[in-house]
């Protein structure tokens, strides 16, 4: 009787109240009405902040790792306590920077074996011309890297709750969003920057911002945030992958050299292409052009005290490499030891140009490394005229750079008819010396930046 007493008085109360606020309408009156909303913590939603994000937490892992804790927690814990403590701190870095590790060691590891000679000898050795159970092995092997044999628990885990319908159309939905596009980019950015501070330390807070990302990002800013993390690696994967095409002899099969190598080109373009593609109007002409001269009034502005990072290039590589100052001897040898990889690179390319087939002379390296100078005084010298003459001396500026464009053809026209210099002699030439001048880039620095660490260590 209590209860229906109650809910007949409630549902009274609830009567009176509608047709009191409707008579005070109808008489012209005023009902206040209240209404709230719940609004919680911004969320990172974009491309751009996800990265920044996941930057900090790869360098605070990067930092543990070094830290005395795990050192003695490894000491004095039992193997499947350290198993335990390595899958719940650092062992889920650990992990992601030894999978791309492994793409770079089969990859030199394939450059060398073309390089050397090994791969010819072993495409054309008799007991080694029918290597079909190899190329299945390794097809196999690359098809399960795909990505399904990581997706496997994440389907067991919905198809035990949900049902395994569910979790196949829900495996087949993260596919078509870009689901496997977005984690093998954080891929990179969690690798660049956990081993950057395994090298040398110095993580730093990162400021995402969280605000609304319904717009363009510009291409200087995307630039600024992957280019050593992601654009730089892709671009070093994509050339031996285009060497390994070129002079491979083993998998000349269309599809063992798909499966094979399909991952690795989608890790290639996913890092290249990637903060394109999930950029509103990342693709819009009109976008393209406008990025392309804020990028180029960017990259030409010089840095200086008070510039900011997003006006210069100069001040943004001084800020980005700042934490290298302080880096000990040992990162800083070892980028040195790595910085080395592009020479031997070159070393076992220029031998494979149709000019230099006939000849294994040591002359052949020392002249390519005098095509590299000789190339890098020509762009020194015309950034030096681009600033002194290009103002006030148009005429001897411009005749300059026609002079240069001349004598490089002149160049190019004598190398073809003579020694019989092919186009893809260029092309590998290209191929070559672009890493070089890189590896040449970081040698340089990274002397320098030890020159400034070792007095103020003694």
Request: charged share 15%; net charge positive.
């Amino acid at each position: 009787l209590a209860v229906v007493v109650c809910v007949s008085w409630k549902c009274y109360a609830n009567t009176c109240l509608f047709v009191t606020g409707f008579n005070s309408t109808l008489r012209e009156g005023n009902v206040t009405h209240h209404e709230y909303m719940q609004v919680g913590k911004g969320r990172d939603v974009g491309l751009n902040q996800i990265s920044l994000f996941e930057a900090k937490i790869a360098y605070g892992n990067g930092e543990q790792t070094l830290s005395r804790d795990i050192y003695r927690l490894g000491h004095r814990f039992d193997f499947f306590r350290m198993l335990s403590c390595y899958y719940t701190t650092i062992g889920f870095y650990f992990s992601t920077m030894i999978t791309v590790w492994t793409v770079y060691v089969f990859l030199y590891g394939r450059l060398y074996l073309v390089l050397s000679g090994l791969d010819e000898g072993l495409a054309t050795g008799r007991r080694f011309i029918h290597n079909d159970p190899l190329q299945v092995a390794l097809a196999s092997q690359s098809f399960v890297q795909l990505g399904f044999l990581m997706a496997l628990p994440m389907m067991m885990e919905i198809g035990l709750e949900r049902g395994f319908r569910t979790a196949l159309s829900d495996f087949v939905l993260m596919q078509l969003q870009l689901a496997s596009v977005f984690f093998t980019f954080s891929l990179g950015t969690k690798t660049h920057y956990y081993g950057k501070t395994l090298l040398h330390g110095g993580a730093e807070y990162r400021a995402t911002g969280r605000g609304f990302v319904v717009f363009h990002a510009k291409f200087a800013e995307n630039y600024r945030l992957y280019s050593r993390s992601h654009f730089v690696k892709g671009i070093e994967l994509m050339i031996l992958l285009i060497v390994f095409e070129i002079f491979g002899q083993s998998y000349r099969g269309a599809i063992a050299y798909i499966f094979i190598t399909f991952s690795m080109w989608f890790m290639v373009v996913t890092w290249l292409f990637a903060p394109f593609l999930f950029n509103p109007s990342g693709f819009e002409w009109q976008k393209i052009v406008d990025d392309w001269t804020d990028w180029n009034k960017w990259i030409s502005n010089r840095g200086g005290i008070g510039v900011s990072p997003d006006k210069s290039w100069e001040s943004w590589w001084e800020k980005e490499h700042e934490p290298l100052k302080y880096s000990g001897k040992r990162g800083t040898v070892l980028e040195i030891v790595l910085a080395v990889r592009f020479f031997i690179y070159q070393y076992g390319l220029v031998y494979h140009l149709n000019i230099t087939k006939h000849t294994k002379s040591v002359l052949v390296y020392c002249l390519s490394w005098v095509v590299i100078f000789f190339i890098l005084l020509v762009m020194k010298a015309v950034s030096v005229g681009r600033r002194k003459f290009s103002a006030e001396f148009q005429l001897v500026f411009r005749l300059l750079k026609g002079l240069i464009f001349i004598v490089f053809i002149s160049t190019i026209v004598i190398l073809i008819v003579i020694p019989h210099m092919t186009i893809q002699d260029i092309f590998v030439c290209i191929l070559a010396f672009m890493p070089t001048g890189w590896g040449l880039l970081l040698v340089i620095f990274f002397l320098l930046l030890s020159s400034c660490i070792l007095p103020a260590m003694m």
